[in-house]
């Protein structure tokens, strides 16, 4: 996209502030990569500002691990870190980054070293290329602060080519782990977490399971999405979102905007994950490098 057709940190900070005031205070910059984003410590800095809010970050940590210092000093609270394998030709294979698993590693490490932690550390299970990365990846994080959160393939967008013979379940990855290392199911952290959360019997540690496609949670979602150009989408899988960027411009005042934001959640009705079984849109939802997780 071109520079102007995307929202500035103004604009972000102003519609951050609208969302404030209705009541959301975790916000999550996410991608794609949003470390490609220029000059996003000072963003987060600027948004850090309301010592309300909870600031996290999606990353898949190709990025010098120097930035992780000053993303901490600016304010973010959170990191997730994108980690499909610990085999370089899998992890590729996976999130077509061409950048080795030890840099996103070598991330982590930083980020315990600055504090940020847990790093909760998000790994996508497909069938038939690195269902065989879960145990490796189990006895990599255990007895450490990080939490392995393992997510089903999901069909989001078109271009991942989904089918739902390459998901793995989450109860066959709990079989898994459980056959090697019991575990214990455990509460969740708030009401509406997606990642439902267990603990190793022997106390090294704790995983979360993320079952999108054969346990959908859309009754309990409070997530809103909002693209680097200005679009809302109020579902993962949508198929398009709200103008804020046309309002922002023609001169709409907060209270409109707000007003605007708030009937479009009260009337919403996305629920792909529930009627996915009824009928699949095979086209024209928008991509997961475009509204993030």
Known sequence: MKQKELLTFEELDRLVNIFTRLGILKIRLTGGEPLLRKNLDKFIARLAQNPALDIGMTTNGSFPVERVEFLKRAGLKRMTVSLDALDDTVYQIMNDVNSPVDKALRWIAECEKAGLIPVKINTVIKRGVNENSILPLIERFRNTPHILR???????GNSNKWKMDLVVPVHEMLDMIDSH?????????????VAHRYKFRDGSGEIGMIA????????????????????????????KG???????????????????????????SNRYSEERSEHNTDSGKVEMSFIGG
Not at 212 to 239: K, M, N
Not at 251 to 264: C, M, R, V, Y
Request: net charge negative.
């Open 150 to 156: 393992f997510i089903e393939f999901m069909d989001v």
């Open 181 to 193: 290392s019991p575990l214990e199911e455990i509460k969740p952290n708030y009401a509406g977490e």
């Open 212 to 239: 999108s496609v054969t346990q959908p949670f859309c009754g309990g979602c409070s997530r809103i999405r909002l693209s680097a150009h200005g679009s809302l989408y109020l579902c993962l899988f949508a198929q």
């Open 242 to 268: 709200a103008d804020l960027r046309t309002m922002l411009r023609d001169g709409a005042t907060d209270e409109q905007i707000s007003d605007f934001i708030e009937n479009l959640w009260s009337g919403r």
